[in-house]
């Protein structure tokens, strides 16, 4: 088997860097929203930090058979303030992916060629849009004094779709069946 494109190989690793450091500060920001007495927006930060995990796991199968160490540059914001300024956060951090990020990857991935990391990616940017979406609408309420008014919510195993108040029968950016989602309840 060939070796992945070096410039694809270095994107797919800066995307498993800050996939990986979404995923735990979502976990984070999800006991501070539990603290703060926002139990739907803690399920939320932790349905989406599951979405985030299986971004990050789709990247490292991309790589393949890429071996060894290196240093892993990746966007990747800090801090704990409140609820509100966490949603903001996690807003812009989806926002940069969609219109920054990936859309660059993608398109490197696209002239080498790389169609495992152009899937991936590709995953990851449409379920990134409904993420900026969905933490948009919870900092709204938040901002109300009020807890995020949602039942449900589903992510997708393959590729990270969320959808919430229910799984669809077929997942619009991969297809998988709805037996291939993840419920994060009440």
């Not at 070796?3 to 500060?25: I, P, V």
């Not at 812009?92 to 990857?105: L, R, S, T, W």
Request: charge should be negative; include cysteine.
């Amino acid at each position: 088997m060939l070796n992945m494109n070096d410039m694809t190989a270095a994107n797919l690793r800066s995307a498993f860097g800050g996939e990986s450091q979404a995923h735990m500060r979502y976990k984070v920001w999800s006991d501070k929203a539990e603290k703060e007495g926002f139990p739907n927006v803690a399920r939320l930060f932790t349905a989406i930090a599951y979405a985030e995990e299986v971004h990050a796991s789709n990247h490292f199968n991309a790589l393949g058979n890429e071996e060894g160490e290196f240093l892993v540059a990746s966007n990747a914001g800090f801090g704990v303030d409140n609820t509100s300024s966490h949603l903001q956060w996690a807003a812009d951090g989806e926002h940069f992916e969609i219109h920054q990020m990936y859309p660059a990857y993608l398109e490197v991935a696209k002239m080498q060629g790389e169609k495992s990391a152009i899937q991936s990616m590709h995953y990851a940017i449409e379920a990134e849009k409904i993420h900026e979406k969905l933490y948009l609408e919870a900092k709204k309420a938040v901002d109300k004094g009020e807890d995020y008014n949602v039942e449900d919510i589903y992510i997708c195993d393959v590729c990270g779709y969320t959808a919430i108040d229910g799984a669809p029968d077929v997942c619009p950016i991969c297809g998988a069946r709805r037996n291939k989602f993840t419920a994060f309840t009440k």
